[in-house]
């Protein structure tokens, strides 16, 4: 594959929530489920992305995220799965379906988020991104990214295969995608044939209208458990039978569209790419569907840490913030690290992050995420402690704190304008060393380094404390870890403070 396969559409959260049913409710004749295990996932275009992520493709997603706390959470599944988001704003909420299971069979499904948000523009990366993709899936869910205007002929100009998986509230397919992917009762719907005859006889009829329409090279209409329909120039469908599968099948349309699609980017002729995706969608099905297919990473993936006391911290308190100072055209401004100790430098590096524009979010690595980077026996003061001092700054306006060893995930979600790094981080000042750069190109963000006072180091602070040596003013001989954290603690917030 020459470039990343790029799938394009809307995404949802999905939670499954499995429990026991063993008694009804005492006010009211309904089961009532005692939860035992949940697990949240990306749905939609964001599921099928995952897909072909764990079929061994590079794989970027272009889809709408919120301002709230379900994007941030779509945002740390989706890097789980290695998945490169590509994030378009989304006005509101972030769409979420909930089905709450017992045994293995679906009791009731729960949808919330609201009406559905607008979703905005792409950036120049995205358009670029279209153009160089080996193969490209829409995955249409009717939510408004498939019918952009400048994503559509982004679309239609591009030489990449392009497998069109429609929905009857979306729009139509750009003119010309190499394979539309509908399955039965879509078909049905979005070509409004007359009824009669046999059931493939409906399908052809409901294929070939739709390819004519949409001017497509082929129409595959699935079938469920019988396999699929394909229709193209000639005369005579190919009915591509499916070996028998029973389980769950949600999720097994998003498994056909990524197949076909993956197989297409591999250069595939369109006949052997849906016998492909018939193979792949059945064995999903017959091997547990969802619950078995999804990668470990995504089904172990830490939920994001909402708030350790205050209301300036969490995914909620963020993107609060976040969302209206876009909506008043202000300038987003982010920064992240440890901070373990907080101290005069990072202070003022936080101060000049906060002139650059009209809010400045910290994106705070949690406990899990210092050991990792700095060894077990950091950090010297828990992520409540330190999320609460940094929220304390006069100069910040948000705390967000993440569990993985980059803001990468964090970062495609919040997509601020500008990130900031202190001086000491890249030699010479040159945002081109900072790895978060590439991320910020997605959404025409940029990355700039502030000065840095000299001297000032968490690591040397916390050694020349358990040694017992004075630092930075500091009485020697005197000072315990705990009494640099407090005497740290007092100066910093003062100077912060405006």
């Given at each position: 594959?020459?470039?990343?396969?790029?799938?394009?559409?809307?995404?949802?959260?999905?939670?499954?929530?499995?429990?026991?049913?063993?008694?009804?409710?005492?006010?009211?004749?309904?089961?009532?489920?005692?939860?035992?295990?949940?697990?949240?996932?990306?749905?939609?275009?964001?599921?099928?992305?995952?897909?072909?992520?764990?079929?061994?493709?590079?794989?970027?997603?272009?889809?709408?995220?919120?301002?709230?706390?379900?994007?941030?959470?779509?945002?740390?599944?989706?890097?789980?799965?290695?998945?490169?988001?590509?994030?378009?704003?989304?006005?509101?909420?972030?769409?979420?379906?909930?089905?709450?299971?017992?045994?293995?069979?679906?009791?009731?499904?729960?949808?919330?988020?609201?009406?559905?948000?607008?979703?905005?523009?792409?950036?120049?990366?995205?358009?670029?991104?279209?153009?160089?993709?080996?193969?490209?899936?829409?995955?249409?869910?009717?939510?408004?990214?498939?019918?952009?205007?400048?994503?559509?002929?982004?679309?239609?100009?591009?030489?990449?295969?392009?497998?069109?998986?429609?929905?009857?509230?979306?729009?139509?397919?750009?003119?010309?995608?190499?394979?539309?992917?509908?399955?039965?009762?879509?078909?049905?719907?979005?070509?409004?044939?007359?009824?009669?005859?046999?059931?493939?006889?409906?399908?052809?009829?409901?294929?070939?209208?739709?390819?004519?329409?949409?001017?497509?090279?082929?129409?595959?209409?699935?079938?469920?458990?019988?396999?699929?329909?394909?229709?193209?120039?000639?005369?005579?469908?190919?009915?591509?039978?499916?070996?028998?599968?029973?389980?769950?099948?949600?999720?097994?349309g998003d498994r056909f569209a990524a197949t076909a699609t993956l197989a297409l980017a591999r250069g595939a002729l369109v006949s052997e790419a849906?016998?492909?995706?018939?193979?792949?969608?059945?064995?999903?099905?017959?091997?547990?569907?969802?619950?078995?297919?999804?990668?470990?990473?995504?089904?172990?993936?830490?939920?994001?840490?909402?708030?350790?006391?205050?209301?300036?911290?969490?995914?909620?308190?963020?993107?609060?913030?976040?969302?209206?100072?876009?909506?008043?055209?202000?300038?987003?401004?982010?920064?992240?690290?440890?901070?373990?100790?907080?101290?005069?430098?990072?202070?003022?590096?936080?101060?000049?992050?906060?002139?650059?524009?009209?809010?400045?979010?910290?994106?705070?690595?949690?406990?899990?995420?210092?050991?990792?980077?700095?060894?077990?026996?950091?950090?010297?003061?828990?992520?409540?402690?330190?999320?609460?001092?940094?929220a304390a700054l006069g100069c910040v306006d948000a705390v967000l704190i993440f569990d993985e060893s980059t803001p990468h995930a964090a970062l495609?979600?919040?997509?601020?304008?500008?990130?900031?790094?202190?001086?000491?981080?890249?030699?010479?000042?040159?945002?081109?060393?900072?790895?978060?750069?590439?991320?910020?190109?997605?959404w025409g963000g940029h990355t700039v380094v502030v000065p840095y006072l000299d001297g000032r180091s968490t690591t040397d602070m916390i050694a020349?404390?358990?040694?017992?040596?004075?630092?930075?003013?500091?009485?020697?001989?005197?000072?315990?870890?705990?009494?640099?954290?407090?005497?740290?603690?007092?100066?910093?917030?003062?100077?912060?403070?405006?």
């Amino acid at each position: 594959m020459a470039g990343p396969v790029v799938v394009l559409g809307d995404t949802l959260l999905d939670r499954d929530v499995e429990g026991l049913v063993n008694r009804l409710c005492p006010d009211s004749p309904v089961p009532v489920l005692d939860e035992t295990t949940s697990v949240d996932r990306p749905g939609g275009a964001g599921l099928a992305a995952v897909f072909a992520a764990a079929q061994g493709a590079e794989v970027a997603l272009v889809t709408a995220v919120a301002d709230d706390a379900g994007g941030a959470r779509l945002g740390t599944l989706l890097a789980a799965a290695g998945v490169r988001l590509y994030a378009l704003p989304l006005a509101g909420a972030t769409p979420e379906k909930i089905r709450l299971r017992a045994r293995g069979r679906v009791l009731l499904r729960h949808d919330r988020g609201g009406a559905t948000g607008v979703p905005g523009e792409p950036s120049e990366a995205v358009l670029r991104l279209l153009a160089a993709a080996s193969a490209v899936l829409v995955s249409d869910y009717g939510r408004g990214v498939a019918g952009l205007p400048a994503l559509r002929a982004a679309l239609a100009a591009t030489r990449a295969p392009v497998v069109w998986d429609p929905h009857p509230r979306g729009p139509a397919a750009v003119p010309g995608v190499h394979l539309a992917t509908p399955n039965e009762p879509e078909a049905r719907d979005l070509a409004k044939v007359p009824p009669g005859g046999s059931r493939l006889s409906a399908a052809s009829r409901s294929a070939q209208a739709l390819r004519r329409r949409w001017q497509a090279g082929a129409v595959a209409v699935t079938l469920g458990g019988d396999g699929a329909l394909l229709c193209h120039a000639g005369s005579t469908p190919l009915v591509v039978p499916a070996p028998a599968a029973e389980g769950d099948t949600c999720g097994a349309g998003d498994r056909f569209a990524a197949t076909a699609t993956l197989a297409l980017a591999r250069g595939a002729l369109v006949s052997e790419a849906v016998q492909e995706a018939v193979a792949e969608a059945s064995a999903y099905v017959a091997d547990g569907g969802v619950a078995t297919a999804l990668p470990a990473p995504v089904r172990t993936a830490a939920p994001a840490v909402v708030t350790v006391g205050g209301e300036r911290i969490g995914a909620r308190a963020a993107g609060e913030v976040v969302s209206r100072v876009r909506a008043a055209g202000g300038t987003v401004v982010a920064t992240g690290g440890c901070f373990d100790l907080l101290h005069a430098g990072h202070v003022a590096t936080l101060q000049a992050a906060r002139q650059l524009g009209d809010c400045l979010v910290v994106c705070l690595n949690s406990d899990a995420s210092v050991a990792r980077l700095k060894g077990p026996e950091r950090p010297v003061v828990p992520q409540g402690d330190r999320g609460r001092l940094l929220a304390a700054l006069g100069c910040v306006d948000a705390v967000l704190i993440f569990d993985e060893s980059t803001p990468h995930a964090a970062l495609s979600w919040l997509r601020p304008d500008i990130w900031v790094k202190g001086g000491d981080y890249a030699s010479g000042g040159g945002t081109e060393t900072l790895p978060e750069a590439e991320v910020l190109a997605r959404w025409g963000g940029h990355t700039v380094v502030v000065p840095y006072l000299d001297g000032r180091s968490t690591t040397d602070m916390i050694a020349a404390a358990r040694a017992g040596r004075g630092h930075g003013g500091w009485p020697a001989a005197t000072v315990t870890p705990a009494e640099a954290v407090a005497e740290t603690t007092v100066r910093s917030t003062a100077k912060g403070a405006r």
